[in-house]
């Protein structure tokens, strides 16, 4: 019995996933004259020789990166996707901004040179207690170089505790120290917040407004479009896979496909998402 159940669960599963895949087909003539939404990418480590799902391989970055290369795509900054969600302002046809969360050493050490090679810029989001305090992270002195490069630098708070967990008073702490820290250190604005974990409530909304942040991203799965909340802007997780380059074309080209996959998935298969942090 519980073999029939699971044998049809997933015959349903694949006839749904094959209707979604031809009803998008269908649809991509209406996709492309609808205002467009921009892929932000987001990415953790690139690591060869860490065993996570977070950790890109090195090769498998590069491939992704020479693809939008190759293809032409233009990497954009925080502010230029922020006129254009805002106020319609000129982007690139094919922008994408890509972002890296936690400031892992990696992000200097081997994501930089391959960004560099391709003449894309990042924005990189710093954990600000641990910058120079532990050798997984990234230092000051590489902060300053991606920084110099044209890379935007953001907070991802000082410590990568979930606001939603802390007081009123601690989240505000939180916010507002991060930002003062890359601010003192690189003399410029810090201007954009990612939150840990992807967790924030109305509070923390509030919070991250009232200290003074333009927009806020999170891992709400998707892409930015000028229905977006610039305080909840959706990215696409790219994360380490046997078929990465596959996984990364669907994700970029496929995006809400891929989240209506992903919802099935959890829904009726009972498979747990691999959240990005
Ligand atoms: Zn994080």
Same mark, same amino acid.
């Given at each position: 019995m519980f073999y029939l159940l699971w044998g049809d669960t997933v015959k349903l599963y694949k006839v749904i996933v094959i209707i979604l895949i031809l009803g998008?087909?269908?649809l991509q003539g209406n996709i492309i004259s609808q205002p467009r939404e921009i892929p932000v990418l987001n990415y953790h480590m690139v690591e060869d020789n860490v065993d996570n799902q977070l950790a890109v391989t090195v090769?498998?970055?590069d491939d992704q990166m020479s693809y939008l290369y190759r293809n032409g795509y233009k990497s954009i900054t925080p502010d230029e996707l922020l006129s254009y969600l805002k106020n319609g302002d000129d982007i690139p046809e094919k922008s994408v901004l890509i972002t890296f969360d936690d400031g892992y050493r990696d992000t200097y050490l081997n994501a930089y040179p391959i960004l560099e090679k391709y003449r894309f810029t990042a924005t990189v989001f710093l954990i600000t207690d641990v910058v120079g305090n532990?050798?997984?992270y990234l230092d000051w002195d590489q902060v300053k170089k991606m920084h110099q490069a044209g890379f935007v630098i953001g907070s991802h708070t000082l410590s990568h505790v979930p606001l939603t @967990? *802390?007081?009123r008073d601690e989240a505000l702490l939180e916010l507002q120290k991060s930002k003062e820290k890359i601010e003192g250190e690189l003399g410029t604005t810090a201007s954009y917040f990612a939150y840990p974990t992807g967790a924030y409530n109305?509070?923390?909304l509030d919070l991250v407004k009232k200290v003074g942040y333009k927009a806020a991203f999170s891992v709400q799965f998707g892409k930015s479009g000028q229905n977006s909340n610039i305080y909840e802007l959706e990215r696409i997780?790219?994360?380490?896979?046997?078929?990465?380059?596959?996984?990364?074309?669907?994700?970029?080209?496929?995006?809400?496909?891929?989240?209506k996959?992903?919802?099935?998935?959890k829904e009726i298969?009972?498979? @747990? *998402?691999?959240?990005?942090?």
């Amino acid at each position: 019995m519980f073999y029939l159940l699971w044998g049809d669960t997933v015959k349903l599963y694949k006839v749904i996933v094959i209707i979604l895949i031809l009803g998008s087909l269908l649809l991509q003539g209406n996709i492309i004259s609808q205002p467009r939404e921009i892929p932000v990418l987001n990415y953790h480590m690139v690591e060869d020789n860490v065993d996570n799902q977070l950790a890109v391989t090195v090769k498998d970055f590069d491939d992704q990166m020479s693809y939008l290369y190759r293809n032409g795509y233009k990497s954009i900054t925080p502010d230029e996707l922020l006129s254009y969600l805002k106020n319609g302002d000129d982007i690139p046809e094919k922008s994408v901004l890509i972002t890296f969360d936690d400031g892992y050493r990696d992000t200097y050490l081997n994501a930089y040179p391959i960004l560099e090679k391709y003449r894309f810029t990042a924005t990189v989001f710093l954990i600000t207690d641990v910058v120079g305090n532990d050798d997984w992270y990234l230092d000051w002195d590489q902060v300053k170089k991606m920084h110099q490069a044209g890379f935007v630098i953001g907070s991802h708070t000082l410590s990568h505790v979930p606001l939603t @967990t *802390l007081s009123r008073d601690e989240a505000l702490l939180e916010l507002q120290k991060s930002k003062e820290k890359i601010e003192g250190e690189l003399g410029t604005t810090a201007s954009y917040f990612a939150y840990p974990t992807g967790a924030y409530n109305d509070e923390v909304l509030d919070l991250v407004k009232k200290v003074g942040y333009k927009a806020a991203f999170s891992v709400q799965f998707g892409k930015s479009g000028q229905n977006s909340n610039i305080y909840e802007l959706e990215r696409i997780p790219i994360f380490r896979s046997t078929w990465a380059f596959y996984d990364f074309y669907l994700r970029l080209h496929f995006t809400s496909l891929v989240e209506k996959a992903r919802w099935i998935k959890k829904e009726i298969m009972g498979e @747990t *998402l691999v959240q990005a942090n």
